[in-house]
Every structure is written in structure tokens, then in C-alpha cells.
């Protein structure tokens, strides 16, 4: 099966033949169209099932005893910030929110939460979401549009919600058992960076990878009528297929696989705190004011998890025991280090493979992180390109 051939076939009938995206009108429908499938962390499905994996340690732990004081004033006391509907985009955001930590640095923040967390890519482009929660992978399409927006800091490593599950009847005693089964996936999906490095650590034939285009929901179906083996996909997907009765085969960050159980590194995927170019350098102050809440907000997701659960269900329509699986899958730290840089590559290429861009742009061309530097020099653990 000629995978990567059929991927860039079916993006680029989506893109109006390949053409390359250079104006608004038309990157609002690229990003619409593709976002989900690509971004993968979506919304939180309003139904209520969510993920389920391991926590794991952060480098963001007690650094405000660090954190540079400053007396700047923010220019802007009060100001709307967009984010998703998901504990992967916005978690930080609404902690800080509800426990008053930007209001402690100087300003107001009001969230303005979307459905569809795919849906704020198209807002950046138009104007309308200055200062936004969401993921790396955005920000790379917008910058090879010519849009002016900068992440200007990590908040969570989210590979954990990227992942298989299999069928409870399907026999897997090695990953080589993969080639012939059928695999549902969305066509461009994200998961996909997983299951290549996967099949490259592993030995697996990709090309013997039998992949049918198909949704989230219609995979979920299908596994269990018995029309796939496999299906590739995202929180909460990944989860509902789980409490079905399904078996989790291996996510971006940890692997059930027999021959190769525990942590792996087949992805690296984060969300991110972006800023319009035009905002940042009108109002460093207050972009310097939110980072502080958000190291704040995120030193209380990792020290006060169940206090976080009991803020965050009801806001984000989730059960607790739902909303403590998500969020067991992502890892939350403000942290920039090697992973960032190098996962943010491996997307950008990715998405030249499936056509979704023409050329990867640089990373100077959608980071900056000398706010962050600045504000808390501890959390950069890696050099920054020039």
C-alpha cells in the first residue's frame, strides 16, 4: 500500500489541487478542514470520555521561588484570551483564571473557550484572538502563510493523548504483527508521526500497514463491528475505545507493545501559548504578567491535581474521573527544552510529507522566547535558534 502517496493525494484534493495557501480566506479553510485531523488534541467530547495514561515528572516544580520579580506595569489590565475546550490547551489558563493568579500579577483575564480548538487558527489569521492557548502545529501552518504569531511558551507536552488501541480480540504478540491488520486513521492525522517512529524502532514494514480514512467516531465503530483491527487516534477517542472494553496498544509516549513496554519517545507534541506579532511588541509587560500566572497555575496542576480536577470539571463538562484520565496524559510544564525543538521539526516536516505545507518554515519564524528568558531563565534548559 503506497501510504504516503494516498496521504498527499487526499490533502492536496482538500487544497485545491496543492496550490500553496496565501491568503486568509483560504488558510481559514485549511485549517478548519485539516486542523483536527492534524492537531489530534481537538475538543473534549461534551459526551465525557476522556484519556487515561501515566503522569510523569516536571521540570516546572516550585519555580516560582526563581521567578524574576518585576514592577513593570502591564500595559492592558484586562484582556480576553482564547483557548479549546480541553485540558490540553487550557488547562493553566483556566487554573490562573479561577484562583486569581493574573489578577496577583497586575491584569484581568477573561478565557473565551472554544469548541473546537481547531477553530482558533482561523482567528489568529483574522485578528479576533490576539493572545491564545493552543498548539505547536498551528503555529507552523500560520508562519507558512505568512501569518505574524509567536509562541512565546511551552505549557504541555500532549504526545500521551496520540495513540492505537486494539481490537480486545486482536492477537498481538509483537509489533511485526501489525503489517496486513487494518488500521483505521484519519488521513494527515498527527498520530502518524508515532506509528512511523514506531514501525522505524521496531522493525515493522509501514508500507504493509493496511490504512483505511476513516474519523475518530467511525473508527470507534468499526473496532467494534470488527472492520478494523486498529485504531489510530486522539483524546478522548483514544478512551472511549478503552471503556468500551478495547485494549491500548501504545500512544506517542508509552507503549504496551510486548517487545517494547514502558516509555518510548515516538512523538513529541505540545501546546503552546502563542502571541500576535503586533501584541507582543505593543505589550511585553502584560505578556510577561500572564507567564507568571501561568507558572503559577501550572506549579498547582502538578502539586494540587485533585484540587485542579474539582476546578476543572464542571468548567470543561467533564466528569472528575473523566477529567483525572485526560489529564493523567499530558505532561504539564512551561519547560523549553530539546523535546520542543526537535518535536516542533519533526511536525513541520510531517506536514510538508502529507502536503499540508509546501516548506517547513523555520523555527525563528513562529517562536520567541525572550520573554520567557527573561521572566524565568530557569525553564530554558536548551539554546534557542537565532
Not at 490533502?11 to 486542523?35: A, D, E, S, T, Y
Not at 502563542?274 to 501584541?279: G, N, S, Y
Request: proline share 3%; charged share 25%.
Amino acid at each position: 500500500m503506497q501510504l504516503s502517496k494516498k496521504r498527499i493525494i487526499y490533502i492536496n484534493n482538500l487544497i485545491n489541487g496543492g496550490k500553496r495557501v496565501k491568503n486568509v480566506f483560504n488558510l481559514f479553510l485549511l485549517i478548519m478542514i485539516l486542523g483536527f485531523a492534524l492537531v489530534g488534541c481537538g475538543s473534549i467530547d461534551t459526551s465525557g470520555e476522556s484519556s487515561g495514561d501515566n503522569t510523569t515528572d516536571t521540570n516546572n516544580e516550585n519555580v516560582n521561588e526563581e521567578v524574576i520579580s518585576s514592577d513593570e506595569e502591564p500595559e492592558i489590565k484586562e484582556l480576553t484570551i482564547v483557548g479549546g475546550l480541553d485540558a490540553q490547551t487550557s488547562a493553566q489558563l483556566l487554573i490562573a483564571e479561577e484562583l486569581g493568579y493574573f489578577e496577583e500579577e497586575g491584569i484581568k483575564v477573561n478565557s473565551h473557550l472554544i469548541q473546537n480548538s481547531v477553530d482558533i487558527g482561523p482567528m489568529i489569521a483574522g485578528g479576533s484572538a490576539p493572545v491564545s492557548f493552543e498548539a505547536n502545529i498551528t503555529d507552523i501552518i500560520l508562519a507558512e502563510s505568512n501569518v505574524d504569531v509567536s509562541i512565546v511558551a511551552p505549557m504541555a507536552q500532549i504526545a500521551g493523548t496520540q495513540g492505537l488501541v486494539k481490537n480486545s480480540d486482536t492477537v498481538i504478540n509483537s509489533a511485526k504483527d501489525l503489517e496486513g491488520m487494518t488500521i483505521g486513521m484519519q488521513n494527515g492525522a498527527g498520530v502518524q508521526i508515532a506509528i512511523e517512529n514506531m514501525a522505524k524502532d521496531l522493525g515493522v514494514d509501514i508500507e504493509k500497514l493496511e490504512f483505511i480514512n476513516l474519523a475518530p467516531n467511525e473508527q470507534i465503530s468499526a473496532l467494534e463491528h470488527g472492520d478494523i483491527d486498529v485504531m489510530a487516534a486522539w483524546e478522548p477517542f483514544i478512551t472511549k475505545s478503552i471503556n468500551m472494553g478495547n485494549e491500548l496498544l501504545f500512544t506517542g509516549k508509552v507503549s504496551n507493545i510486548p517487545e517494547k513496554q514502558g516509555d518510548v519517545e515516538w512523538m513529541s507534541f505540545h501546546s503552546t501559548l502563542q502571541v500576535t506579532d503586533d501584541f507582543l511588541e505593543e505589550n511585553p509587560n502584560t505578556i510577561k504578567a500572564i507567564i507568571r500566572g501561568l507558572m503559577k497555575s501550572t506549579d498547582y496542576i502538578n502539586e494540587n491535581r485533585e484540587e485542579s480536577i474539582k476546578i476543572l470539571a464542571p468548567i470543561l463538562q467533564l466528569e472528575e474521573d473523566e477529567l483525572r484520565e485526560v489529564m493523567k496524559r499530558n505532561v504539564y510544564s512551561m519547560t523549553l527544552d530539546e523535546s520542543f525543538i526537535s518535536g516542533s521539526d519533526e511536525i513541520a516536516n510531517f506536514l510538508v510529507e502529507v502536503g499540508t505545507i509546501q516548506q517547513a518554515p523555520e523555527l525563528t519564524d513562529y517562536v520567541n522566547f525572550e520573554l520567557l528568558t527573561e521572566v524565568a531563565p530557569q525553564l530554558v534548559e536548551t539554546e534557542i535558534p537565532k
